[in-house]
């Protein structure tokens, strides 16, 4: 279930006959399989079955081949689609204003939170196996990127948390009044917007990016 859900198998079954002295016994070729059951066993679609015979002096075998394709649809409703929709609400806090770090911050923050209850909740209705499959790499990737967010975040709040003060003014005797130099105010926030700018365009081509080569290695 390396690909799962896109994964497709072949069941082979074997019938042998075996020689014996004085008799001649072999499998024969007559026509097609017709597979009159269901085509759709259980989450899986039977497709056209094939046979090969192979006959020695010793036996003769029979081998029946018979494909069989998972179908993905309920996995896709159930776990892609939810996972990337909160990954993008997640991502979406990087369109709040810069300005709004606290906003910013719990909305990314809730995302993660839900986004991990989500997957363990998933996790109890896939296939126990003791090496990575496909799907767990998507898990793995929607947390790391939703938690990448997190820190940019929080690496913009340092970076626009130092005010910069250019002269202060007297007020009275015991009274001063600190005042923001506005161009360098301006080149700040400035920055601040550029900064938010590149890492939204740079998450949303990585994103792309590992979904073309997800979906590609699932599907072929």
Not at 106 to 125: C, Q, Y
């Amino acid at each position: 279930v390396y690909k799962f859900p896109f994964d497709e198998k072949e069941c082979r079954l074997m019938f042998k006959i075996n020689q014996y002295q004085n008799m001649e016994l072999a499998f024969v070729d007559d026509g097609p399989i017709v597979y009159s059951g269901p085509k759709i066993v259980d989450q899986f679609a039977i497709g056209l079955m094939t046979t090969m015979i192979n006959t020695t002096q010793q036996n003769s075998k029979l081998i029946l081949a018979i494909p069989i394709r998972r179908i993905s649809t309920n996995q896709l409703l159930k776990t892609f689609v939810p996972t990337m929709i909160l990954s993008a609400l997640g991502y979406t806090t990087m369109f709040i204003d810069t300005k709004r770090h606290g906003d910013r911050f719990m909305g990314a923050v809730t995302m993660m939170l839900v986004l991990a209850t989500w997957i363990t909740v998933i996790n109890a209705d896939l296939p126990k196996t003791s090496y990575v499959k496909l799907i767990d790499v998507w898990f793995v990737w929607q947390i790391v990127v939703t938690f990448i967010i997190i820190i940019y975040h929080i690496f913009l709040d340092r970076l626009s948390i130092k005010p910069i003060r250019a002269n202060i003014i007297e007020v009275g005797p015991c009274e001063q009044v600190d005042v923001m130099n506005s161009n360098a105010t301006q080149r700040e926030e400035h920055t601040v917007k550029m900064i938010n700018i590149i890492v939204i365009v740079f998450i949303s081509i990585i994103n792309c990016v590992f979904y073309g080569l997800y979906f590609f290695l699932a599907l072929n």
